[in-house]
T-cell receptor, first 112, second 119 residues
Framework: RKEVEQDPGPFNVPEGATVAFNCTYS??????FFWYRQDCRKEPKLLMS???SGNEDGRFTAQLNRASQYISLLIRDSKLSDSATYLC?????????????FGKGTKLSVKP | DTGVSQNPRHKITKRGQNVTFRCDPI?????LYWYRQTLGQGPEFLTY????????KSRLLSDRFSAERPKGSFSTLEIQRTEQGDSAMYLC?????????????????FGEGSRLTVL
């Protein structure tokens, strides 16, 4: 299993749709998980952190399944402004704390 | 602007030349990271510092790459004898060393990156 693997997308959805992305990881010891958002030609920015079973912030919900070693990101009521690439981030296996590995990203395009 | 600052923003060079990038992190952040990103890929870890100490370096990183953070503030990333495969966006990020027990809780703040094109 790769360290971090994501649905590559692109996901093309209409405004108002609900969309979910999955990310699988290999580091079974990991306690921290993150979703970063990267707009086109911009730098990544933190969207959500996940430390236990999940986290919710408005229209965004992240869920963690430790047994199956995957994290999901659910976006409800999609907005045009949600169009971006979503990066799954986990600590590197065998690395020191704070050594974070990024997935390749899942591209989301929300259409009017 | 108190964010992470990188320069130059763009660098075009010929194969075989040396290039150096500079990163100025957020002032109170003790951790500084270098990542490389190519089109369609996520950021790839290169190395990171805690204060002036280089704690980890990617095993994939060629010895043509070297990074320093001499006074625990700004950092430089030098690439010697550049190759066309080095063309990428070089991203710097900084964070607080936020550890709670065994949990890493820090947020990485990225600069806008330095784009390298090797001809």
């Amino acid at each position: 299993r790769k360290e971090v693997e994501q649905d590559p997308g692109p996901f093309n959805v209409p405004e108002g749709a609900t969309v979910a992305f999955n990310c699988t990881y290999s580091n079974s010891a990991s306690q921290s998980f993150f979703w970063y958002r990267q707009d086109c030609r911009k730098e990544p920015k933190l969207l959500m952190s996940v430390y236990s079973s999940g986290n919710e912030d408005g229209r965004f919900t992240a869920q963690l399944n430790r047994a199956s070693q995957y994290i999901s990101l659910l976006i409800r009521d999609s907005k045009l402004s949600d169009s971006a690439t979503y990066l799954c981030v986990v600590p590197r296996e065998g690395g020191s704390q704070g050594n974070l590995i990024f997935g390749k990203g899942t591209k989301l395009s929300v259409k009017p | 602007d108190t964010g992470v600052s990188q320069n130059p923003r763009h660098k075009i060079t010929k194969r075989g030349q040396n290039v150096t990038f500079r990163c100025d992190p957020i002032s109170e952040h003790n951790r500084l990271y270098w990542y490389r990103q190519t089109l369609g890929q996520g950021p790839e870890f290169l190395t990171y510092f805690q204060n002036e100490a280089q704690l980890e370096k990617s095993r994939l990183l060629s010895d043509r790459f070297s990074a320093e953070r001499p006074k625990g503030s700004f950092s430089t990333l030098e690439i010697q004898r550049t190759e066309q495969g080095d063309s990428a966006m070089y991203l710097c990020a900084s964070s607080l060393g936020a550890v709670q027990g065994a949990l890493w809780t820090g947020e990485l703040f990225f600069g806008e990156g330095s784009r390298l094109t090797v001809l």
